[in-house]
C-alpha cells in the first residue's frame, strides 16, 4: 500500500513534538544549570542481566548523559557478560541491596524476572533512585498499587519499560483513533499468534541449582521450589522462560499483551475495562509450563470491546502477522505493530487508504525521555501509574482464567466486584521480601 503523505495528522504531530521537546531541552538545561555538553551523567546502575537487561544496558550506553557505575545479577555467567560489556569499568555486584544502598548512584534499571520488579522499585525509590522497570512492572494487582504509592510518596520518576510509546508511529495512529477519521470504534482485536513443536521447552527433572547460580535469592520473594531449569529459564536462543510460571509471572497476556493493550490505552486516553472473561488452557504444548497455550481475553471498556488472543499451534492470522492490534471504526480499520501502522477505509467512505513505517528508534527514545524526565521531574511517557493501568487488565485477564469467573473491575476502590476472585489479585511474599511502602 503506498504511503499517503496527504494527511495532516503527522505534521501536526511532528510540528507539536518538536516544540515539546526543544521545549524540554530549554528546561533541562535551565533545571541543570549548566549548558548542553556539560558533564552532568547521571550514575546509573542495572539489575537483572539477562537477555532483556543486557539489551536495556546496550540501549543505555549510547545514551551521553548516563555513566553506567554498576552491574548486578545472582547468575555469574550473566554478572560477567554485562560487566565485560561495559569494557569491566562498572562495578559487578552479587545483591541488589549494595547497589540501593550507595547514596551516589542516580538511577536503576530494573530488569529482573517479573516477580521482582515491585519489591527492587519500591525499596528503590525509598532509596531516593529514579528507577526504569521492566514490563509487565509487576506479577498482582496489590504490588503495582504500592508501585505507584512508592513513586509519589518519594517523588521519584519511575518509567516502566512499555516502550512503544515513544515510538511516533503509534503515537500518530493513537492520534488517528482520537481523532475520529475511523468513526466509531466500537471492537479492537490484539493477538499473539505462533506455530512451535508440541514439546515446547520440554519437561526437565527439579535438581540442584548450578553453583554459579544463588537460587534462594533468584527466587526472593516467590515461593520456595526445587530449581527446575525452566523455572530458571535462561535459553540462548529465547527469552528466559520463568515468563510461563504463575510464580514469577502471567504467561504470554503479561508477557506481550501489556505491550498491545498498552497502546489500546493510549488511543483511548487511558481507560480500565468494565468487565473481563477468560477461556484458556494447555490444548497443544506437552511441556512444563503452567500458562496456557490457547487463550482468548474479552474486555469490555466504555464504548467497545477489546479482546486478547494468544495460540501456539497456528501461526495464521488475517493481517499474516504474528503480533498486532486492529482499531475496527465505522469508517475505516486501523492496524498497528512495530513496522508500522495501515489503514484500510470501509466500502463507500471518504476515509483514504494510508501506511507508514516506524521511524525512530523507540527504546532509544524511551530511554531520552527518562533521562529528560530524571532532569525536569516531569512524569515520563510510561510513568508507572500508566502502565499500572496496562498491567492490571492484562492481570485481570488472568485473573478471569484462573478463578474462572467474569470479572466486574471497580477502578475507584481498585479491586473486583466479585469477592472470590480477590484471592488472585495479591500475594503473601515470602520473608524477608515484604513490600513495605
Known sequence: MPLDNSSNHRRDFLKTTAAASAASLYTTNLFAGQVAGANNRLRTAFIGMGRMGQGNLNV??????????AVCDVYEPNLNKAAAMTKNTAKAVKDFREILADKSIDAVCISTPDHWHAY????????????????????????????????????????????????????????????????????VRTWNYGNMEPAGIGNPPDAEPPKDLNWDMWLGPAPLRPFNANRFGVDPKAFSHFRWFWDYAGGMMTDWGVHLLDIVHLAFDEPMPLAITALGQKNYIKDNRDTPDTLEVSYEYPGFIATYENRLGNANSMMGKGYGILFHGSKGTLFVDRSGFELSPEKGATLAARAEKSSNNSNDAHWKNFLE?????????????????????????????????????????????????????????????????
Open 60 to 69: 543505555a550506553m549510547r545514551q551521553d548523559s548516563i555513566e553506567v557505575v
Open 373 to 437: 524526565c530524571i532532569r525536569t521531574r516531569q512524569r515520563p511517557a510510561s510513568d508507572i501509574e500508566v502502565c499500572q493501568k496496562s498491567t492490571t487488565a492484562c492481570l485481570l485477564g488472568n485473573v478471569a482464567l484462573r478463578s474462572k469467573l467474569r470479572l466486574d473491575w471497580d477502578s475507584k476502590r481498585w479491586t473486583t466486584q466479585q469477592a472470590e476472585a480477590r484471592r488472585f489479585l495479591s500475594r503473601e511474599e515470602r520473608k524477608p521480601w515484604k513490600i513495605v511502602v
Open 120 to 187: 527492587m522499585t519500591v525499596e528503590a525509590c525509598k532509596a531516593g533512585k529514579d528507577v526504569y522497570v521492566e514490563k509487565p512492572i509487576c506479577v498482582t494487582v496489590d504490588e503495582g498499587a504500592k508501585m505507584v504509592q512508592a513513586a509519589r510518596k518519594y517523588k521519584r520518576v519511575v518509567q516502566a519499560g512499555t516502550m512503544q510509546r515513544s515510538g511516533i508511529h503509534f503515537q500518530v495512529a493513537a492520534q488517528i483513533v482520537k481523532s475520529g477519521d475511523l468513526g466509531q470504534v466500537t471492537f
